[in-house]
């Protein structure tokens, strides 16, 4: 079954930390950009982090820059996102999505464009 499956999400204070992990199954990520998208209540889906396939580019939304680092490591088949400094506006679930692509510039596509999704994973920051 090829999928994607995000974990580690959870509660946590404000200014505390957590790491999402992306698992590819069913087939490899070498050849994918990997995007991390969120969603809050009653809000739209938008794109925070993207990674590129040879991994030379990475794109930050200005919410989240300098707070959060996507990687990848392609033994494991997984993209992380370390998410630092987390502030309350950054409760949302959080997805995952995989769209082949060699290009050397990471860019956040129409969603419609990607080729898996994950099911998500919730992150809530609250005191």
């Known amino acids: 079954q090829l999928q994607l499956v995000e974990s580690g999400g959870g509660l946590v204070q404000p200014g505390g930390s957590l790491r999402l992990s992306c698992a590819a199954s069913g087939f490899t990520l070498d050849y994918y950009a990997i995007v991390w998208f969120r969603q809050a209540p009653g809000k739209e889906r938008e794109g925070v982090s993207c990674?590129?396939?040879?991994?030379?580019?990475?794109y930050y939304a200005d919410s989240v820059k300098g707070r959060f680092t996507i990687s990848r490591d392609n033994a494991k088949n997984t993209v992380y996102l370390q998410m630092n400094s987390l502030k309350p506006e950054d409760t949302a679930v959080y997805y995952c999505?995989?769209?082949?692509?060699?290009?050397?510039?990471?860019?956040?596509?129409?969603?419609?464009?990607?080729?898996?999704w994950g099911q998500g994973t919730q992150v809530t920051v609250s005191s």
């Open positions: 990674i590129s396939s040879t991994d030379s580019s990475t």
């Open positions: 999505a995989a769209l082949r692509s060699l290009a050397r510039l990471c860019v956040i596509s129409a969603e419609y464009e990607y080729d898996y």
